[in-house]
C-alpha cells in the first residue's frame, strides 16, 4: 500500500452534556404504566444485560425531569410525541454536537476550518434541508462553493460509506481534505413498549457525533492510513435489523438472531480485506474497532474472529460509556485507536446495520510526516 494513500489524519468527538445513568433508565422504563408486568420484566433484563453505564442525551428532562412534549411529570411517563416534534428537537441540537465533534478533529489534527475541501455528513435519527451539511459549511467559515454530501438513513454502519466517499474524493484529488461527520440523537426515539425488540433498542442506543478528517497530504501527526475497505449483505436477513418511520418516531426492528447472522457471515464479510492484511491471521491484528451494537454482538464477534479480551476492550469501553450511537459509535472506538497503536501496526474497525449490511475497513497506523 503506497504512503500516498488517504489516511484519517485526525478523530473529534462530542456527546450531550446530560448523562443518563443506565439503572436510572432502567427503573423509568420499567415502572411506566402502559407496560405489561412480562414488558416490566424483560426492561429489567435487558437493561441489566446490556454492559452499559451510562448514555449522554439531548433528553435532558429524563435525567432532570421537567415537564415536555417527551415528558410527563405528573405521571412520571414518556410521551409520545409525533414524528414532527421529535424531528424538530434533531434539527435544534443535531448541529451544535456535529460542530462541536467537526471543531474537535480540526484542533485534534492541528489544522484550520480553512484547510477543509470537502465535508461529508452522516446520521439517520432526522432530516431537515438545508442540513448538517450546510451548516457546518457556514458555521465552519468554508467558501459557500465546498463540495458536501450527505449520507442518509444508512444506519450504524453509515461512518463507512462516508469515510469511502472520502477515500474516493482523496483519491480522486490528492489536494482534497475531507471532513467527515456523522451525528446522531436516539434519544429522541424512546419509546415505552412491551415489545423484547423496542426493549433490546431502548436499552443500547444513545446520542453523540464523531468526525473524522481525512486526506492523502502528509500530517505532522499520527495517521490511520485507509488500506482496504469491503461491503457486504447477510443473505436473508432484510427482517432482522431495520429501522422505519412511524407516526410517532422512527421504529427499530432488532431481532434477536442478529448475534448469531453476524456470527454466521463475519469472516466471509471482512475477507476481502485478507489481501491487504499483514498479520498472519485476524487474532494477530493489533487493534480493534467494532461496533458495539450490544454485548451480544461483540462476545459473538470475538469468539468467531478467535480475539482476545484485549482486542475488544475498546469497544466495550465504548459501549459501557457511552452506549451505541449508531452511525458515530465507531469513529469514537478509533479515536482511541489513533492515540494508542504504534507505527506499523493495523487496525480492523466494523459496523452492523439494518439489512443486515456488515462493513469494514483495515487501516495501518503511519508516523508524522
Keep these: 500500500m503506497p504512503a ?18 443506565q439503572q436510572a433508565a432502567r427503573d423509568l422504563l420499567a415502572r411506566q404504566p402502559d407496560l405489561t408486568r412480562l414488558g416490566a420484566r424483560l426492561v429489567r433484563t435487558a437493561f441489566d444485560a446490556s454492559a452499559i453505564d451510562a448514555r449522554h442525551v439531548v433528553l435532558d428532562e429524563l435525567v432532570e425531569p421537567r415537564e415536555t412534549p417527551f415528558f410527563d411529570v405528573e405521571h412520571d411517563a414518556l410521551r409520545s410525541p409525533s414524528t414532527r416534534v421529535r424531528n424538530t428537537r434533531y434539527a435544534e441540537h443535531a448541529p451544535t454536537l456535529a460542530l462541536d465533534a467537526a471543531s474537535a478533529a480540526l484542533a485534534d489534527g492541528g489544522l484550520e476550518p480553512t484547510s477543509i475541501t470537502h465535508v461529508v455528513t452522516a446520521s439517520c435519527t432526522g432530516f431537515f434541508a438545508p442540513g448538517i451539511d450546510h451548516l457546518l459549511v457556514r458555521d465552519l467559515g468554508l467558501p459557500s462553493s465546498t463540495p458536501r454530501l450527505h449520507v442518509g438513513f444508512m444506519g450504524c454502519y453509515a461512518a463507512f460509506p462516508a469515510l469511502r466517499a472520502a477515500d474516493a474524493i482523496c483519491r480522486a484529488d490528492p489536494r482534497a481534505v475531507v471532513l467527515v461527520v456523522c451525528v ?161 501496526e493495523q487496525v480492523c474497525a466494523m459496523a452492523f446495520g439494518p439489512g443486515l449490511t456488515m462493513e469494514s475497513a483495515l487501516l495501518t497506523m503511519q508516523e508524522p510526516a
Design 4 to 21: 500516498s494513500a488517504p489516511a484519517i489524519c485526525a478523530i473529534g468527538t462530542a456527546v450531550p452534556a446530560a448523562r443518563l445513568e
Design 184 to 344: 446522531e440523537l436516539c434519544s429522541l426515539h424512546l419509546r415505552s413498549s412491551s415489545d423484547p425488540d423496542t426493549i433490546v433498542a431502548s436499552s443500547v442506543f444513545a446520542d453523540g457525533a464523531g468526525a473524522a478528517i481525512v486526506a492523502v497530504r502528509p500530517q505532522p501527526r499520527s495517521s490511520l492510513r485507509i488500506d482496504a475497505l469491503a461491503s457486504a449483505i447477510a443473505p436473508s436477513s432484510e427482517e432482522e435489523m431495520a429501522w422505519t418511520i412511524g407516526d410517532e418516531g422512527f421504529e427499530m426492528v432488532l431481532s434477536g438472531a442478529v448475534p448469531r447472522l453476524i456470527g454466521a457471515n463475519v469472516v466471509e464479510a471482512i475477507a476481502p480485506l485478507a489481501d491487504a492484511r499483514r498479520a498472519g491471521s485476524w487474532p494477530e491484528v493489533a487493534g480493534w474497532a467494532v461496533h458495539p451494537g450490544g454485548r451480544a454482538i461483540l462476545d459473538t464477534v470475538q469468539r468467531t474472529l478467535g480475539l482476545d479480551d484485549a482486542a475488544l476492550a475498546p469497544s466495550r469501553r465504548v459501549l459501557a460509556e457511552r452506549g451505541n450511537m449508531s452511525s458515530a459509535t465507531v469513529l469514537h472506538i478509533l479515536q482511541a485507536q489513533l492515540r494508542e497503536r504504534s507505527p506499523g
